[in-house]
């Protein structure tokens, strides 16, 4: 019985829209020796915690709610699938000298009355007839890609933040473009670039035509971009289409050593595959 990567079905071609890319690129830190970082999340605007002993001592948080995206388009009543992993943390946060906590995720009420059709996905399978795939935990293999410096997280049933850089519960999605491969459709890839590729790759015995989203090697040091780089050479995508928490050293190092390959994705633009 073949595996539900195997039994991705190929489409004929693709057509994406792009309605927002929340790019702010002030993690990457600059080369120029004039230049002083201070922090990645320098000039982020930080609001107080209602309750700091209801969030294990955290008093600052970052207010995601303030960032309004908004897109053009006709009203559609028809329900969102909502797939969610089994083990969502009640709040996720980064540990600087204390944890500045993020917002709370929508509960599964909130989701449901809005409309949502909640699927929780413990494994890899597909979606909308068998021409999509949406993963489970993505494997951890390369030695350079740690995830997220400092994450934590928080349960309300253990009152505790503890250490959390791997953020487990992140997932890519993938279609298979008949006579091209695999276009995956990362999310901000904490669990690495590489290692979404290659799972990607090896549970579906495709090639990959193209990686869609965040790369999250802003912040990176040159040596995890210089080995990041490397590793995606060999997996010999034809175009790749960064965006988000890409960072502007990674894009010029990919058209330096991988010329005419890159097609940054921006908001309003629609690509066709």
């Not at 994406?16 to 201070?38: A, F, G, M, R, Y």
């Not at 996720?92 to 909640?118: C, H, K, W, Y």
């Amino acid at each position: 019985m073949p595996s539900a990567g195997q039994s991705l079905l190929e489409i004929d071609s693709l057509e994406i829209h792009v309605l927002v890319n929340d790019e702010i690129d002030q993690i990457s830190p600059s080369p120029n020796p004039l230049v002083k970082h201070t922090q990645s999340f320098a000039g982020v605007p930080l609001s107080p915690v209602p309750d700091p002993a209801a969030r294990g001592g955290a008093k600052l948080e970052m207010p995601m709610r303030n960032i309004c995206c908004v897109n053009s388009g006709k009203a559609d009543d028809s329900p969102v699938v909502v797939a969610l992993p089994p083990n969502r943390p009640d709040y996720r946060g980064v540990m600087f000298d204390a944890p500045v906590s993020l917002e709370p995720d929508p509960t599964l009420q909130e989701i449901q009355d809005a409309g949502g059709n909640i699927e929780v996905i413990d494994q890899g399978r597909t979606v909308l007839d068998g021409m999509f795939f949406i993963s489970g935990d993505i494997p951890r293999e390369t030695s350079y890609e740690g995830g997220i410096p400092g994450g934590i997280r928080y349960s309300i049933e253990s009152g505790k933040w503890t250490k959390d850089e791997l953020i487990m519960e992140e997932r890519y999605v993938m279609c298979n473009i008949k006579g091209k491969g695999l276009v995956i459709f990362t999310g901000c890839s904490h669990a690495g670039l590489i290692n979404i590729a290659k799972n990607a790759k090896e549970i579906t015995n495709n090639p990959i035509h193209s990686i869609v989203g965040g790369y999250h090697l802003a912040d990176a040091s040159p040596e995890k971009m210089s080995h990041s780089m490397r590793d995606l050479k060999e997996l010999k995508p034809a175009l790749l289409m960064p965006g988000h928490c890409t960072g502007w050293r990674f894009k010029g190092l990919i058209e330096n050593q991988m010329p005419g390959q890159m097609a940054p994705i921006f908001g309003g633009i629609k690509y066709v595959l």
